[in-house]
């Protein structure tokens, strides 16, 4: 169970939810991210969310096992 920030790159305004995901180190790959989210394991904001495109901006929040992914 983690509560992590995750920063976007300078001069990005978002990150999609499966690139954000894989780069917690949660999924290895892509492949796997998308297919967690397309099963309803992921929130965004408290809410599941089965878009592996949805675009997280600062202040989103993903939510998988437990653990909470802030966007900075």
Do not use: H, P, W
């Amino acid at each position: 169970m983690k509560n992590e920030k995750i920063n976007l790159r300078e001069g990005e305004e978002y990150i999609k939810l499966g690139d954000l995901l894989k780069l917690t180190g949660e999924f290895e790959t892509g492949g796997q991210a998308k297919i967690a989210i397309q099963n309803g394991e992921v929130t965004v904001n408290g809410e599941v969310c089965t878009m592996r495109g949805k675009k997280m901006r600062k202040g989103d929040q993903a939510g998988f096992n437990g653990s909470i992914f802030e966007v900075c």
